[in-house]
């Protein structure tokens, strides 16, 4: 079993820059793909940024290509998002996930899910 826990959300500016931490718990965190997904009020969820096991991959929605990065620190059992240059409409609630198996990831195919952290941009 493992257990996500998102946090570093909260209100922007745009223009502004939030960092996302997904901590994971257990002791197999370097065997996950993991994967950032959103949800915007009223929308359905979708694939922000994912991460191969061991850091050597990554690809990311062509939406925030440039401006967000996802890292790991497989010391720390942990996942990080660092979102610059927010825009409004990157307004949603993000929700970190892992799978041992799929690359590229896809939402039906995660393991694990996070519940969420809410980040709001502000025109």
């Known amino acids: 079993q493992v257990q996500l826990v998102e946090s570093g959300g909260g209100l922007v500016q745009a223009g502004g820059s939030l960092r996302l931490s997904c901590a994971t718990s257990?002791?197999?965190?370097?065997?996950?793909?993991m994967a950032w997904f959103r949800q915007p009020p009223g929308k359905e969820r979708d694939f922000v940024a994912a991460i191969r096991w061991s850091g050597g991959s990554t690809y990311y929605a062509d939406s925030v290509k440039g401006r967000f990065t996802i890292s790991r620190d497989n010391a720390k059992n942990t996942v990080y998002l660092q979102m610059n240059s927010l825009k409004p409409e990157d307004t949603a609630v993000y929700y970190c996930?892992?799978?041992?198996?799929?690359?590229?990831?896809?939402?039906?195919?995660?393991?694990?899910w996070g519940k969420g952290t809410l980040v709001t941009v502000s025109s």
């Open positions: 996930a892992a799978v041992m198996t799929s690359w590229p990831v896809n939402y039906r195919d995660m393991d694990y």
């Open positions: 257990g002791r197999t965190f370097t065997r996950y793909n």
